[in-house]
């Protein structure tokens, strides 16, 4: 059930991810999207994943540490109910109390080992469609002590649903053609190098061997037409807004 308050604030939500800058880096888009949704309905700790090939990939996050995150992609993503790989893919907004497709066990694991080390009590996820296809999902986490996500919560995200994936979807059309071919480890290491990062730095960042970057970085060698770190490093810097 729905007070004026609260109708007030999805059309003030749905008002400013209308008018978001479809254009801008793919960092900053996703960045713009979470504050806006903590600034309209008070969410406060969210994060950002692509999907790809069913797993999560390049995560921005708002409020939540990234050690946090690490912990999470290393040793607790199998558990997690509402992973890409566990979730009942009929519901596009997935409560933590509600996914019955994970067994009882591995759900208190996650729940009472990684969560609560980490203050959470609750999460909810919001997945993202385009052509189709799940590209994106929004995390939402609450700290020990808060309510609860609830059956408020999947409304609000059912009237923004469409409208985050529209504009999501456009913003992904609107990057350069030669970004969009990218894999998001790829993009995520060219955005590195155009900070000037070097290999061994990067896999430092990314918590892989170097051999592993340089691997990503053979794709982008071949895309952009150079044969060496110099020249990819030049041309980035003419696409580092989009990266």
């Known amino acids: 059930m729905f007070y004026e308050g609260d109708v007030e604030k999805i059309l003030k939500a749905s008002y400013h991810i209308s008018n978001l800058n479809v254009k801008q880096s793919n960092e900053h888009f996703k960045h713009e999207l979470l504050h806006t949704l ?12 692509e999907i790809s090939n069913n797993e999560l990939k390049t995560p921005v996050l708002l409020n939540i540490e990234v050690h946090t ?14 992973h ?6 009929q519901h596009a907004i997935q409560l933590l109390n509600n996914n019955k497709a994970m067994c009882l ?36 986490l609450r700290k020990i002590g808060e309510k609860l ?16 994936e529209n504009m999501y979807a456009l913003h992904l059309h609107s990057q350069p053609s030669i970004l969009f ?53 030049a041309k980035c810097l003419n696409y580092m807004d989009h990266v």
């Open 38 to 49: 903590n600034q309209h309905l008070g969410y406060h700790h969210m994060l950002f994943w």
């Open 69 to 82: 995150i690490n912990e999470y992609l290393h040793l607790y993503k199998n558990f997690d109910p509402l």
């Open 84 to 89: 890409p790989q566990n979730i009942d893919t």
């Open 105 to 140: 066990q591995k759900q208190s694991h996650y729940k009472d080992v990684f969560l609560r080390e980490n203050c959470y009590e609750d999460e909810m996820a919001l997945y993202l469609k385009v052509d189709d296809r799940h590209v994106a999902v929004i995390g939402f």
């Open 149 to 164: 996500f609830n059956e408020k919560d999947v409304l609000m995200l059912v009237y923004l649903k469409r409208n985050i």
């Open 181 to 233: 071919e990218m894999t998001a480890r790829e993009r995520e290491v060219l955005n590195f190098v155009s900070k000037g990062l070097k290999n061994v730095e990067i896999a430092q960042q990314l918590i892989v061997s170097e051999n592993t970057i340089k691997k990503h970085l053979q794709n982008p060698y071949r895309k952009f037409q150079v044969t060496n770190r110099t020249q990819l490093l």
